[in-house]
């Protein structure tokens, strides 16, 4: 079970760390008008457990902050996948 918990934790860090470099590309394309990630995209990767790593990317590079789908949505999986780790940790 230990396994499985670690291999849990693994896959958020790397899914975690793609959603943020995703969200800082995305921004620098945004700037250089090149062509973009899909919101579908990085709404994608926020759901598959990335919700963290999009939230801090929106934080950091102030990219798609003004949208309400990703205003409402990234927040909330962040609360979902918190409140899922959460739950693994405790039972």
């Known amino acids: 079970m230990e396994k499985l918990y670690y291999l849990y934790a693994v896959y958020l860090c ?10 800082g590309i995305d921004k ?3 700037k ?9 995209t990085l709404i994608t990767i926020c759901a598959v457990g990335g919700a963290l790593g999009g939230l801090l990317g929106m934080m ?3 990219h798609k902050t003004q ?5 409402i949505t990234v927040p909330l999986l962040v609360l979902i996948y918190g409140a899922l780790t959460f739950w ?4």
């Open 14 to 23: 790397l899914v975690n760390l793609i959603a943020f470099f995703m969200f």
């Open 28 to 30: 620098l394309k945004a």
């Open 32 to 40: 250089k008008d090149l062509y973009r990630i899909s919101e579908k």
């Open 60 to 62: 950091s590079f102030h």
């Open 67 to 71: 949208k309400p789908k990703f205003v």
């Open 88 to 91: 693994l940790i405790i039972c």
